[in-house]
């Protein structure tokens, strides 16, 4: 099993700037990859960024240049980093490791509220 733990949301106005925290622990050698989706009030869950084990990396076009994903040495803490940050970002933003098998596992959520 996967357990993965988030940490780093708030509140911050227009332009600033957060740093999201997701640290795995169980089974989580050899996935496939870690990154974050989010949750909008009324809206769908979206992916957001990822972060493969080999290291490739891909975003969100509405987040590209503002957002960026990175990793410790041991591959099991993904951080994200969220400059510039406007209001459409508000949302709950949900951490997910992909297995080799390609099974989601999720953590339970860190909200992000961006308001003037």
């Known amino acids: 099993q996967v357990q993965l733990v988030e940490s780093g949301g708030g509140l911050v106005q227009p332009g600033g700037s957060l740093r999201l925290s997701c640290a795995a622990s169980?089974?989580?050698?050899?996935?496939?990859?870690m990154g974050w989706y989010r949750q909008a009030p009324g809206k769908q869950r979206e992916w957001v960024v990822h972060?493969?084990?080999?290291?490739?990396?891909n975003y969100l076009d509405s987040v590209k240049g503002r957002f960026t994903v990175s990793r410790d040495n041991t591959k099991t803490t993904v951080y994200l980093q969220m400059n510039s940050l406007k209001v459409e970002d508000t949302a709950v933003y949900y951490c997910?490791?992909?297995?080799?098998?390609?099974?989601?596992?999720w953590g339970t959520g860190t909200l992000v509220t961006v308001s003037p």
């Open positions: 997910n490791l992909k297995d080799r098998y390609l099974r989601d596992y």
């Open positions: 169980g089974s989580v050698f050899s996935y496939y990859s």
């Open positions: 972060i493969t084990n080999t290291g490739g990396t």
